[in-house]
Each structure stands twice: as C-alpha cells, then as structure tokens.
C-alpha cells in the first residue's frame, strides 16, 4: 500500500494536491482514500492532507503515522513541532520538499536517515500562503516518484479536479504540474509500497502491578503530619457546605475524594463529616454529591444558627 503525506499551510492547496493524487491512483486502477487533516483551519496554519493507495481493499483508517512518501509543500514547516512533518518518517520513507535549499543541507538539518528529494522552489515568496500552484506540483511529484502513475492519467486528474476553473487556471496548472512530473522522472519508482508490522509478531508489554497506597499516604490528609492542621484556613470561607444526613447515602468516598484540602473525613459508620477548621468553602462536594445531600448556606447565617440566633 502506498501510503503519502502532504504537509503545508491553508490557503495553500494540500486538500487539492492529495484529491489530485488520489484520483490519478483510482484512475489507474488503485483503491484510494484521501483527506485532508485540518488544524486551526485558518489561511496560514498548518495542515496536512493523506493519500492511501492500493490494489486491495484499504482497512485502515485515519492519520497515517508510517509514511512511504512525505510532501513539504512549505519547508518553514520542517522546524515547527506542531506540523508533525518527520512524524513517522524513517529509512524507508522519501522526503520530498519543495525548498531552494539543496539535498545536502536538508540532510544536514534533519540528520535523517530518510532519502531526501528537492522539488526546487519556483522562487522565494514573502507570503508563504500563496506559494503559486503549489498544489498541483506536489501531486504531480508524487505521481512521478510512485512510478505507476503515467503522464495521461496524471493530466486526466487534473482536468477532473480543476475543470470547474477557468481554461487559463487550468492550463497554468497544467504546464507546472508536467514540468514537476518531468523533473521527478529520473526518481520513478523511488517511492514503494509499506508493509506494516504483523499481528503475528506482536509482543505484549510487560505488566507492572502497582499496590494500592493507604489512601492516608496517597490522598490529602490535614491531620497528618507535616501538614498545616494549625492553619485554620475554615476562616476563609464565605459559604459553608451542611450535610443533610437524611438524605446522605453513605457514598462519602465521593465527597471525601473530591475535597482538593481533605477537609471531609469518613466517619466509622461510613458516613462523611466535614471539617470546618481546614474547610475553605469550594462547594465542590456540593456539587459532586450524587443524592444532593450537601447543601450551601451563607457563612454568616450557619454562625449565627449555631449561637441560637435567629435571622
């Protein structure tokens, strides 16, 4: 299966080009999928757009992380870790970059073990998200590098991708997408087919069991030591958390859980009892409280119920 990337920045036709592709293979017989892969989906922003190409029915889906082939449209791409442009990328895979850099300094750069391939760049362009038919000549690279896709059906794809464009956008596309095939003539056949790993060869990981810690030691606990249970950081609060023990289910491994300070203990009968002093009012428990047995009242109303006074 030939499996291809295309890398460049919106606006700058790699949905094109791997549509391009994708129909020159289906033409000459292959079982495709193409699409793009959107990341800000804003001119400029880096995206990238997948070929997969064979004789027999094609079972994987999604981002192709092994590639035979990976087009750079735009090589200020090559160093943003975000483009994910050497992802995947090995000896077997062919790096084809549209640059006015030579092989050599690429190489250098990437210290790869890939091959490396210049389409060499038309001209240096001060907005790079309008790099000029960009598109087409990458398609029409990567055709002549898989050396199964011929001239004539390279120019039937166009016509069918591009026919809704004016005759003389059409025709531009045309003559640089045959000049990018004619340059790329002498490398047919560069690009192979991938085989992926075998099932049969699968190893399992091994298995490293980690004991449950006591969950005084792995959770927040105020009363321990080396905390701060003399802080009494309950004078914080402006809300305070009630447990209606009428409705409490007894579940206070949830509430006890979710308090970020600790502040919740479990009682031995398996009912959940707030600590005031260290709680500082979140309200998280009352909304983690399946049954809604905990409820919110003003700081200032539950102080004045516990000295009788009423308000």
């Known amino acids: 299966m030939f499996r291809i990337r295309f890398h460049g920045r919106g606006g ?21 999928q193409d699409a793009p892969r959107y990341g800000a989906e804003r001119r400029g922003a880096p995206i990238f757009a997948y070929v997969r190409a064979d004789r027999n029915t094609i079972n994987e889906r999604g981002i192709i992380n092994h590639p035979d082939l990976v ?24 790096l084809l970059i549209n ?44 055709a002549a590098l898989t050396g199964v896709i011929s001239r004539e059906v390279l120019l039937d794809a166009l016509a069918e991708e591009l026919g809704h464009l004016p005759a003389d956008i059409v025709q ?14 002498a490398h047919a056949g560069t690009v192979t087919q991938g085989e992926m790993p075998s099932a049969i060869d699968y190893v399992k990981p091994g298995w490293i069991h980690l004991p449950f810690e006591n ?39 949830i509430c006890s859980t979710y308090c970020p300070d600790g502040a919740i203990n479990v009682r031995a009968d398996g009912y959940p009892d707030i600590d005031y002093d260290h709680c500082k009012g979140c309200l998280i428990c009352v909304a983690q409280c399946p049954p809604h047995a905990i409820e919110s009242i003003a700081e200032q109303v539950a102080r004045a119920q516990q000295a009788g006074v009423t308000t």
């Not at 790699?14 to 592709?21: D, G, H, N, V």
């Not at 087009?71 to 062919?94: E, R, S, Y």
């Open 215 to 253: 969950a005084v030691i792995s959770n927040l606990a105020i009363h321990a030591g080396a905390t701060s249970v003399e802080v009494r950081t309950g004078l914080w609060r402006t809300m305070r958390p009630v447990i209606n023990y009428e409705k409490c289910s007894g579940c206070s491994w």
């Open 12 to 32: 700058q036709g790699m949905k094109t080009a791997s549509r391009i592709l994708g129909t020159a293979f289906f033409m000459t017989g292959f079982k495709v």
């Open 99 to 142: 640059s006015l850099e030579n092989t050599d300094t690429w190489r250098q750069r990437l210290n790869t073990n890939a091959s490396i391939l210049i389409l060499q760049a038309r001209e240096e362009i001060e907005d790079r998200t309008t790099l000029p038919y960009i598109g087409s000549r990458s398609a029409a690279a990567a």
């Open 71 to 94: 087009v750079v449209a735009d090589d200020t791409l090559i160093g943003i870790p975000a483009a994910g442009v050497t992802q995947g990328v090995d000896q077997h895979t062919v």
């Open 172 to 185: 531009q596309n045309r003559d640089v997408a045959l000049a990018a095939f004619n340059s790329m003539a």
